[in-house]
T-cell receptor
Framework: QIQLVQSGPEVKKPGTSVKVSCKTSGFTFSRSAVQWVRQARGQRLEWVGWIVVDSGNTNYAQNVQGRVTITRDMSTSTVYMELSSLRSEDTALYYCAAAPDYLRGSYRFDSWGQGTQIIVSS | EIVLTQSPGTLSLSPGERATLSCRASQHVSSSYLAWYQQKPGQAPRLLIYSTYNRATGIPDRFSGSGSGTDFTLTISRLEPEDVAVYSC?????????FGQGTKLEIK
């Protein structure tokens, strides 16, 4: 079955960077797209960005543009999200979600990771 | 950026009733690129509907999606107690992708 397993929680100081992993299995990685979504406590879902796995093309939200980098490792079917120059406002639960049939035109993000808590605090 | 506005903010209904949740976009959204998610407390979002109309795998047929252009609707035909959750829409039609602020569904 499809699984997305994310790395564990992180506590970071303002101005530093964090890199979260999302290891996938159960589908053809190269045919997929993976998005990252974050949610501060009690707040709405917020799109961070995504990667088309086959091409490596990425797209990012404007409010994290320049600070976020999403990459993938084809050998381990893992997607990474790195966020730099961390601010307190980046404190949130970060989810990855996969659309396994993206290259077939389906934006069906029906598989989600368990979430990674990132806390930014001095 | 396309802004998605969901209404109502909170919906309180009784079991067996019909729930109608709205997602209004500030610009045209292609029907292929509109999804609905259900999120229960402490859980990751769960895809309910993709491409406006299509139910995701395992989603009961009580859930249905409709709409076009700037107005989209999620309907739950017969509410059950386990439907208590926050429901959010997401558009992929234009970058950046955006989410609505969510509708909280309560069961009386």
């Amino acid at each position: 079955q499809i699984q997305l397993v994310q790395s564990g929680p992180e506590v970071k100081k303002p101005g530093t960077s964090v890199k979260v992993s999302c290891k996938t299995s159960g589908f053809t990685f190269s045919r997929s797209a993976v998005q990252w979504v974050r949610q501060a406590r009690g707040q709405r879902l917020e799109w961070v960005g995504w990667i088309v796995v086959d091409s490596g093309n990425t797209n990012y939200a404007q409010n994290v543009q320049g600070r976020v980098t999403i990459t993938r490792d084809m050998s381990t079917s893992t997607v990474y999200m790195e966020l730099s120059s961390l601010r307190s406002e980046d404190t949130a639960l970060y989810y990855c979600a996969a659309a396994p049939d993206y290259l077939r035109g389906s934006y069906r993000f029906d598989s989600w990771g368990q979430g990674t808590q990132i806390i930014v605090s001095s | 950026e396309i802004v998605l506005t969901q209404s109502p903010g909170t919906l309180s209904l009784s079991p067996g009733e019909r729930a109608t949740l709205s997602c209004r976009a500030s610009q045209h959204v292609s029907s292929s690129y509109l999804a609905w998610y259900q999120q229960k407390p402490g859980q990751a979002p769960r895809l309910l509907i993709y491409s406006t109309y299509n139910r995701a795998t395992g989603i009961p047929d009580r859930f249905s999606g409709s709409g076009s252009g700037t107005d989209f609707t999620l309907t739950i035909s017969r509410l059950e107690p386990e439907d208590v959750a926050v429901y959010s829409c997401q558009q992929f039609s234009s970058s950046p992708c955006t989410f609505g602020q969510g509708t909280k569904l309560e069961i009386k």
